[in-house]
Structures are given as C-alpha cells and as structure tokens.
C-alpha cells in the first residue's frame, strides 16, 4: 500500500467543502490509518497537481489518493467505500 495522501483547503468558504474534509479526516483517524494532509491553499502549484493527479481540471478537494491511485470522493460513495478500497490495496482483497 502506498502512502494515503488527502488533498484538502485550509482556506474556504464552502460548508459542503468543509463538511466534507471533516468526515474524510474523522473517518481516517477512527480507523487509525495514517494519511499526509495537503494543502492545496498554500500553493497554485499544489492545486494543480490534485487536480491533475485525479484527472479533473475542476476537481475541488478534498481528494484522496492512496499512493499514485486515485480514491477521489465521490457523491455516491460513502467513506466505507474509501476505507474498504484502501483496506483492499493495503490487505489484498477482503
């Protein structure tokens, strides 16, 4: 498994963004998996990289990636989701 790393803003005015990185982070911590946080506010560059690392020119954090694949938040998909494919890549198949 490679290194959870979770795209996210320190800086925003959107309340779906914040509820969202809230529950990507509350999720990660209750199952004690260990993630890098970045923050896309800190640097365009950074920005760009989320974006073109999960092939979205509009993608808005936060975005989640699980070495060099690309778990992505998705409406439809719970944290479960996220936390059986991260589970899956780290432990094989469950």
């Known amino acids: ?7 996210y803003t320190s800086v925003t005015g ?3 963004v914040k509820q969202k990185q809230a ?3 509350r ?3 209750i199952n004690k998996t260990k993630y890098e946080l970045i923050d896309v506010s800190i ?3 950074l920005l760009q990289e989320m974006r073109a690392k999960a092939g979205n020119p509009n993608a808005v954090p936060p975005q989640i990636f699980n070495g060099d694949d690309y778990c992505g938040v998705r409406k439809k998909m719970t ?3 996220y936390m059986k494919q991260l ?6 198949s469950f």
């Open 1 to 7: 498994m490679g290194t959870i790393r979770v795209y």
């Open 14 to 16: 959107s309340r779906q």
């Open 23 to 25: 529950e990507v982070t």
């Open 27 to 29: 999720i990660l911590d």
């Open 43 to 45: 640097s365009e560059h």
């Open 79 to 81: 944290l479960r989701c």
């Open 87 to 92: 589970k899956m890549k780290k432990f094989g």
